[in-house]
């Protein structure tokens, strides 16, 4: 007997009796990982199947990582695992404290059984997409943080539509695509607004933009903001040759840069908040800390992952706006 038994009045899709097949097979050992499947000719010729019955068989155990197909050979056992009911492909651009806390978050929101496989294109188009390349057709989900990378959206097309969800940062050519994002230029622009009081005190405000790894929201809701409230203003991408004056405010977008002002401010001798304010985006625990407290502008990540993983599990299409807040501490 083969490995797939079909029963023709069993009232289960025939689809779903040759995964079953296939998953006690493995569970009882007859298959191990990397051993190749029988093919989908062999399948359909014994049972009297059609060839997109066994292929769809196929394509979920595929999708839940259980199997996987190479050119030319077949189809492989590919995992043991054979409670997973759904494999996510999670492409991040980096990994830093706080999309650690999104991931964790969307981790729990999604449940058990549920595979998350997380990657990094860390801002390179390049692999951007080979990694979704690679691995379309392998997956029940995608989420994509395409970042500020430019004319994803043809590269993103080669994935099921309905199946994948931009996170963190969208654009128009992307609306076809569920979402759950952040709106830069409106959060930058509010945020700054619900400190203006503490901003005034300052007599210059410099937005530290390095362009190559920021949305250009920030940029655009900086400007709208001394625009609109005759603030004098400076863009720098970057504190080296830096000189300090008293009575500035910096406005710090990544945690790197914000260890390098908090170091020249020392070095000065000059006071946080006193001396020179700062305003970090995006919050963190140790920010929470650092000198008392460093005032953030920030969206809610750990709300972000929940409501990404309400989103795949109730099917949901939605582009929502993920809300962001100021919170004021001493650096400020």
């Known amino acids: 007997m083969g490995i797939v038994t079909i029963r023709d009045k069993s009232g289960v899709p025939k689809y779903k009796q040759i995964v079953a097949s296939i998953e006690k097979a493995i569970v009882s050992g007859a ?4 051993d190749k499947l029988p093919s989908l000719n062999s399948i359909k010729n014994q049972h009297s199947l059609s060839r997109d019955t066994v292929l769809t068989a196929f394509n979920e155990l595929k999708t839940r990582g259980i199997v996987q197909s190479i050119v030319g050979k077949g189809y492989y056992v590919n995992s043991v695992d054979v409670d997973v009911n759904q494999k996510v ?4 651009d980096e990994l830093n404290s706080f999309k650690e806390d999104l991931y964790n978050s969307f981790l729990i929101g999604m449940g058990e059984n549920v595979q998350v496989d997380i990657y990094f294109h860390h801002f390179n188009y390049d692999v951007f997409n080979r990694l979704i390349s690679d691995n379309a057709g ?32 969208t654009n128009n050519q992307l ?35 390095p362009e190559l ?5 920030l940029l655009d809701g900086f400007q709208l903001f001394c625009t609109h409230n005759n603030i004098k203003s400076e863009i720098i991408d970057t504190l080296n040759g830096r000189t300090l004056f008293n009575k500035e405010l910096y406005i710090v977008l990544d945690d790197k840069n914000l260890i390098r002002i908090i170091k020249k401010i020392k ?42 993983a309400e989103m795949i599990i109730n099917n949901e299409f939605a582009q929502v706006e993920n809300p962001n807040s100021l919170i004021l501490r001493k650096s400020l």
Do not use: C, W
């Open 31 to 34: 298959l191990k990982k990397g």
């Open 89 to 92: 492909f999670l492409l991040f």
């Open 138 to 169: 392998n997956y029940s989900y995608y989420v994509i943080m395409p970042a500020n990378l430019k004319e994803t959206e043809n590269i993103i097309a080669r994935l099921p539509k309905d199946k994948v969800y931009i996170l963190d940062q």
């Open 175 to 209: 609306s076809k695509y569920p979402s759950i994002h952040q709106n830069f230029k409106k959060d930058m622009y509010l945020g700054l607004q619900a400190g203006l009081d503490k901003i005034k005190k300052y007599e210059k405000v410099i937005l530290l933009y």
């Open 213 to 217: 790894r920021q949305p250009k929201g």
């Open 267 to 308: 070095e000065k001798q000059l006071i946080i908040a006193k001396d020179i304010g700062i305003i970090s985006y995006n919050d963190t625990l140790l920010k929470e800390i650092v000198e008392g407290g460093i005032t953030t502008i920030s969206t809610n990540f750990n709300l972000m992952g929940q409501r990404l």
